[in-house]
């Protein structure tokens, strides 16, 4: 019989289980959310479910916030490398859609009306400062409006005083 | 309650509206559906290319990780952003226990 491993130092991810669900948006309706609010000419990716989750944005702030600030220090006590690495922005946006989504699943929800959107980060935000390079951001639409969130702070503004609005270059919805 | 009513009855407004959008393919804001050829390579920063001209897909550079140490790179900000417009304090945010569910592992 094989002995287990004496260590294991396994990465993982954990996300709130009590998502409020029963407020849907229709998939043509959300392109029409990203229609409105984005500057002209951004590609955004195509919508494969009928429905998705508006998103409580009180659960948002008392709930998913908290538990996203958790995760990224924890990721951050990992020391995992940032440059040209999986533990780049785009990395953690990823991992925020991944706890939205599995939050939804715990809730037997739709899929939650989320985005990673790249932009060119011209203004500061939510930490990180005017760098002038691409940069990875959150997009979730939520009872109270549409929300962009720096993922790895946790910050969050609505997408009307998000300061890089109209330098976002693409959005990821699947 | 007002506001969750008007956005919802928005958003199902201009479902309904804008109903010969194909979200199951590419788009475009402004214009809507747009066309992609099979296997052609979607880029964000395209510009026209002559015939034959090669197109270079550029690389998405990684921008500052807030969670490096500040002192390894000038432009990153440590992990104490207070934004505007963001109620709950980071110290609180981050001094709350651990989410109750783990789904995933």
Redesign the interface.
């Known amino acids: 019989m094989l002995a287990p491993p004496a260590t294991r130092a396994d990465l993982s991810v954990s996300a709130p289980t009590d998502m409020p669900a029963g407020k849907t948006v229709k998939a043509e309706a959300f392109w029409q959310e990203f229609d409105r609010v984005l500057p002209p000419g951004v590609w955004v990716s195509p919508l494969e479910n009928q429905d998705y989750e508006v998103i409580s944005a009180k659960w948002m702030r008392r709930s998913f916030l908290p538990a996203l600030n958790h995760e990224m220090k924890a990721l951050w006590r990992r020391e995992i490398p940032a440059e040209n690495a999986a533990g780049n922005c785009n990395g953690f946006a990823l991992v925020c859609r991944l706890m939205l989504s599995l939050s939804a699943m715990a809730s037997h929800a739709r899929a939650p009306a989320t985005a990673t959107m790249i932009v060119r980060q011209e203004k500061p935000f939510g930490g990180l400062g005017a760098t002038m390079e691409k940069h990875c951001v959150a997009f979730v639409l939520t009872d109270e409006g549409p929300w962009v969130i720096e993922v790895q702070s946790g910050a969050y503004t609505k997408f009307n005083d998000y300061p890089n609005r109209d330098k976002i270059i693409l959005v990821s919805v699947h | 309650m007002k506001?969750?009513i008007a956005?919802?009855a928005g958003?199902?407004i201009?479902?309904t509206?804008?109903?010969q959008?194909d979200?199951?393919?590419?788009?475009?804001?402004?214009?809507?559906n747009v066309e992609v050829r099979p296997a052609r390579v979607?880029v964000?920063?395209q510009t026209k290319t002559n015939p034959g001209e090669t197109l270079v897909l550029e690389k998405?550079?990684?921008?500052?990780?807030?969670?490096?140490s500040p002192t390894k790179t000038s432009?990153?900000?440590?992990?104490?952003?207070?934004?505007?417009?963001?109620?709950?304090s980071?110290a609180?945010?981050?001094t709350?226990s651990?989410?109750?569910?783990?789904?995933?592992?």
């Not at chain 2, 979200?23 to 809507?32: E, I, L």
């Not at chain 2, 432009?75 to 709950?88: E, I, V, Y």
């Open positions: 506001n969750i956005l919802l958003l199902a201009a479902g509206a804008f109903a959008v979200p199951t393919r590419p788009m475009v804001t402004g214009r809507g979607i964000t920063n998405f550079q990684v921008t500052g990780s807030l969670l490096r432009h990153d900000a440590p992990l104490t952003p207070a934004p505007a417009s963001r109620k709950p980071p609180k945010a981050t709350t651990a989410p109750g569910g783990r789904v995933a592992s």
